[in-house]
């Protein structure tokens, strides 16, 4: 299996911010860490080996990235306010430079699934770019309410990056319109420590925006664990493969 690592300086980010990348055809996985983890974390705990079969089958070509979240949500020596900028510049990262790498990895703009573990899965739910390019899967939803982070503190920036909050009040149908035009996956286990009531929540949020998705909640013997996570994955990434060629 192809396995390289790319690092480079973020001008968003103001730092060194390195990506890792597996196999070589297929559509783009975009893997966001649990917590405060780094880009090898899905290495480490065996998704990778897991993914193996659709990596090397080119269902999928997989891009994992660093977690910023000690640098923003999981640092309590910030101010709540400086959590919301540096999440943002992360956003900003991700649009202005990690699709751009993807696609030139790609040599062209292929479809980008992105997914999430835990907190990484905050961080790939609300990126919606331009239409036919990004795909969502989320896994383990526990909070879709950024308040839990930012500890009660909101302002404009914690406000578009919680979707319980700014989705039910989003009338634009410009961009309603460009989530309805993609593949939306909510997963969730209902065992020890996970919150499936937030993927119901988001579920009727984004079914009285007539946007369509899939909310799948697996059994009560599924926790929020590597195990769960492990078995889900690949059950979608074969899922998305069906849809997207």
């Known amino acids: 299996m192809r396995r390289e690592i790319h690092t480079w300086w973020s001008p968003n980010l103001n730092k060194d ?4 990348a597996y196999g070589h055809y297929g559509f783009a996985l975009l893997m966001f860490p649990t917590a405060a983890a780094d880009f090898l974390e899905y290495e480490r705990f065996q998704m990778i080996h897991t993914l193996a079969p659709q990596i090397e089958a ?3 070509k997989v891009y994992s990235i660093n ?3 000690s640098e923003s949500w999981l640092n309590n020596h ?9 999440h943002q510049q992360h956003n900003e990262y991700i649009m202005r430079e990690v699709v751009p790498f993807i696609f030139t990895d790609c040599q062209g703009p292929v479809p980008i699934v992105t997914t999430g573990a835990s907190l990484g899965r905050c961080i790939a739910q609300h990126l919606f770019p331009p239409p036919g390019r990004v795909c969502r899967h989320h896994r383990d939803e526990r909070y879709y309410d950024l308040k839990y982070y930012s500890k009660g503190y909101y302002d404009e920036n914690c406000y578009f990056n919680s979707p319980v909050d700014y989705l039910p009040r989003w009338n634009d149908e410009y961009m309603l319109n460009h989530m309805r035009s993609r593949s939306i996956i909510i997963a969730s286990g209902q065992g ?5 009531h937030a993927s119901v929540q988001l579920s009727e949020i984004l079914h009285a925006k007539q946007v369509s998705h899939w909310l799948d909640l697996w059994g009560h013997d599924m926790p929020h664990d590597w195990p769960t996570w492990r078995e889900m994955l690949p059950y979608f990434i074969d899922k998305m493969h069906e849809k997207i060629s």
């Open 192 to 196: 020890d420590y996970e919150a499936p």
């Open 67 to 69: 977690s910023i979240n």
């Open 58 to 60: 080119g269902k999928c």
């Open 78 to 86: 910030m101010h709540p306010r400086d959590k919301a900028i540096r």
């Open 17 to 20: 911010m390195p990506t890792v």
